[in-house]
């Protein structure tokens, strides 16, 4: 059901939103072996539902959201809820403000119903990084009790096979594993290099990368700023689109959206693929990549030409660069923005001090888990003034000729690009943490991060079930503020 057919329930009155809310919270409880949230905002969401059912009641709605179940990811700043990020550095922190885009979702009458888990400060690709335990996928996880192995030094402990089960993605994975479990109609992500795309495709839902400016980031707690957007998870693209509508558009707080009026997107029932250009980048065949997952991609690239699509072979020389170009930048800007982590103005500060410097050192290594301190520590290393020409410099160099890819295919006529999300399905969580979190990302982000470089918007679709019937996943990406595309 999508949230115009859940909608049009809630003004019929054959179901009342607290009586929504009511299942909804049954449902996080319910599912609570997911480990998919942080927070339940159970007396906040039980006001909105009740707000909600006496517009409702007057004959008063403000959006198709009004009295509907939405989940936060908990790096999106919630006034009087816990925002975490998945930390013991902010875990008692509460925030005196909402998230632009948090408060838009208020405004037009959703239901907040809780902050969702994600690997810390949104590290990661697997949503196991996280301070509060991982998230499972709702695809095949057994619901009883599990034993969580998590990756210490490189020495991961065996999980029996009857035990083990399959990750969520990240780092947005809680909010992935809510919408695919029926804890909401929809959820907040985030996505710095495929963190909404990748449990979207993981998890057999659908997950948006917008442009970067549509959204605003105001109250999005920065991982880095240049590539950071909010991300939309829903479980089609009509909600997807609905949600979208009401999010975008300039935002005074935040300098780096755009201040043009934002037309909101309308999907034609009767759209004509004849008109359309579907790029199939080269690149994207990438070593190690799953045989299923090419023929999903080969599959939907011969129905959309049947469908009457022009389907030609592009290619996006640097891409084979990017991802060493994208984990440079990344770990650069966020040796800045945790910078602020450092015990005095707000999150833990340790009690073990005997110095300023004592500290700093001790509430960061009580505070920050070993991922987060190890990009902190690289990034410090890159912006070394003997390192910055030769590795921040160069890396910005090369971001440029990777948006420049983007830039030539588009002027050469092609409207889309067809490329995976993953490369395979999701993996087992003893498969996953074989491998530390910088090898992790390297192989997840592979498809994803080149749209967050260039900045152009990314779609997550569900393609089909592999052999194992877990959830595979296909992405469409369009020319920067072509969202609707």
């Known amino acids: 059901m999508t949230i115009k057919q859940l909608s049009k329930e809630l003004q019929d009155m054959t179901i009342a939103p607290t009586k929504l809310c009511e299942a909804s919270l049954k449902r996080i409880k319910n599912s609570k072996y ?10 906040l969401a039980y006001e909105q539902a009740q707000a909600s059912e006496k517009l409702i009641k007057a004959g008063e709605t403000r959006s198709p959201l009004e009295g509907l179940p939405v989940a936060v990811k908990d790096n999106f700043c919630t006034k009087n809820i816990r925002t975490s990020c998945a930390s013991k550095m902010l875990e008692n922190f509460i925030p005196t403000y909402n998230a632009t885009v948090v408060q838009k979702l208020v405004d037009h009458g959703a239901v907040i119903v809780g902050k969702t888990n994600m690997d810390e400060f ?24 599990l034993k969580v192995n998590t990756f210490q ?9 009857e035990e083990d089960w399959f990750i969520a993605g990240g780092s947005s994975g809680g909010s992935a594993a809510a ?67 009401l999010l975008a558009g300039w935002d005074p707080k935040d300098s780096t959206t755009v201040q043009e009026d934002f037309e909101p997107i309308d ?42 699509a022009t389907i030609v072979p592009v290619s996006l020389p640097h891409t084979k660069y990017s ?97 995976p999300v993953t490369l395979g399905e999701a993996p087992r969580f003893s498969e996953f943490t074989l491998k530390d979190n910088r090898e992790q990302c390297a192989t ?23 052999k194992n019937g877990m959830p595979l996943g ?12």
């Open 34 to 43: 997911l480990n998919n949230f942080i927070t339940i905002s159970k007396e």
């Open 122 to 145: 949104a590290m990661g690709s697997g949503a196991v990084d996280s301070a509060f335990g991982p998230t499972k996928n709702v695809w095949k996880t057994p619901s009883g009790h």
């Open 153 to 161: 030094g490189n020495q991961t402990k065996a999980v029996d096979a």
């Open 179 to 245: 919408v695919a479990s029926g804890a909401c109609v929809a959820a907040l992500g985030s996505d710095t290099g495929g963190s909404t795309r990748i449990p979207a495709a993981y998890c057999g839902i659908v997950g948006l990368k917008p442009t970067y400016g549509l959204l605003s980031r105001h109250g999005l707690i920065p991982l880095v700023n240049s590539m950071d957007v909010p991300g939309i998870l829903t479980r089609n693209v009509d909600d997807t689109t609905l949600i979208f509508n």
């Open 267 to 308: 999907l034609e029932s009767d759209f004509n693929l004849r008109n359309i250009t579907i790029g199939i980048p080269q690149e994207y065949h990438s070593p190690g990549i799953d045989a299923q997952v090419l023929n999903s991609w080969s599959s939907v690239t011969t129905l959309l030409e049947k469908l009457g």
């Open 323 to 419: 991802i060493a170009c994208y984990s440079i930048l990344n770990h650069c800007e966020v040796a800045s923005n945790m910078a602020r982590y450092d015990g005095i103005e707000y999150g833990l500060r340790s009690a073990e001090q005997q110095s300023t410097e004592e500290m700093f050192a001790k509430s960061r290594s009580q505070g920050l888990n070993q991922v987060v301190r190890g990009r902190v520590i690289s990034g410090n290393y890159f912006l070394l003034s003997r390192n910055y020409e030769n590795h921040f410099l160069q890396a910005l160099r090369l971001r440029r000729l990777i948006a420049n890819d983007f830039l030539n295919v588009w002027a050469n006529g092609v409207d889309l690009l067809l490329t």
């Open 444 to 466: 997840q982000d592979y498809c994803t991060q080149p749209a967050n470089l260039a900045g152009c918007p990314a779609i997550s679709i569900p393609t089909q079930l592999s």
């Open 474 to 485: 296909l992405q469409l990406l369009a020319p920067n503020f072509d969202d609707a595309i």
